[in-house]
């Protein structure tokens, strides 16, 4: 590092629960076996405290609330769409907008358009989780066929999911999703899809083509940011 670089002594890093040993009491699991927690995390800050969120199995996300030296778990969702999406196994996001606590999550093998096409979740909340909607309202508790986001070139196992970003703007909260297989330029090309949810209205505003030939899988990693001059994605 330069001589300008201030660096975070390893000393001060320690577990939620203030546990600065490597062998630590404070790791969060679930109470049985084969639930996989933790292929993909994220987590947000708020006045109310740290919220992370995680899969839980190959079909279920859960939401953490760090509060001080206390970890709890107060959010489950089952992906209610096939028994094997993988919804968020691979990717999750969760940020704090102006109106609320936004969660996105992957199901990349999702059958609901094509076999393994893919599709992605949005939820929204504004009060610790104890009421989540999907974004147009709709209660996650519902019977009906949620409102889930899909990519306009969906077809069979291209993994639309795969990867997923978010941000929040004056613009409204902009959701990046990858789709590494996609063949919608050549065999596995791979595109990314941006999404932007402004006044209860979601649409998707960008297709991202990639530059490379076939094979190259553009998408498996995606992320977003905002800056001074507008919206970055890569």
């Known amino acids: ?7 975070l002594p390893i000393g001060d ?14 790791w969060f699991s679930v109470p049985s076996s084969g639930h996989q927690i933790g292929h993909s995390v994220a987590s947000t800050f708020t006045a109310d405290g740290l919220y992370t969120v995680a899969n839980r199995t190959t079909d279920t996300i859960t939401v953490l ?4 030296d206390t970890t709890t778990e107060v959010y489950t969702l089952n992906s209610p769409v096939d028994p094997i999406s993988y919804f968020g196994d691979d990717s999750v996001d969760i940020l704090s907008g102006s109106d609320g606590i936004y969660v996105l999550a992957g199901g990349d093998s999702a059958d609901i358009v094509a076999t393994s ?10 009060d610790d989780f104890s009421t989540v909607t999907h974004w147009d309202g709709t209660a996650t508790t519902s019977t009906s066929a949620p409102p889930y986001l899909t990519s306009s070139n969906a ?3 291209q993994q639309f999911g795969n990867s997923v970003s978010m941000v929040s703007s004056s ?6 999703i990858g789709e590494p297989y996609g063949d919608a330029e050549s065999s596995n090309a791979g595109g990314a899809y941006l999404f932007r949810n402004h006044g209860g209205e979601l649409s998707e505003i960008k297709y991202f083509s990639p530059p490379g030939a076939s094979q ?3 998408g498996s990693g995606v992320s977003i940011t905002s800056g001074s001059d507008g919206l970055y994605c890569l």
């Open 216 to 218: 190259s899988q553009f």
């Open 171 to 176: 613009q409204g909260v902009f959701c990046l």
């Open 1 to 7: 590092p330069s001589t300008n670089t201030t660096l």
């Open 117 to 126: 096409a893919g599709i992605a979740g949005l939820l929204k909340t504004t």
């Open 13 to 26: 890093l320690k577990y939620s629960d203030g546990d600065a040993r490597q062998v630590s009491s404070s």
């Open 155 to 157: 077809a069979g196992f």
């Open 65 to 68: 609330k760090t509060s001080g």
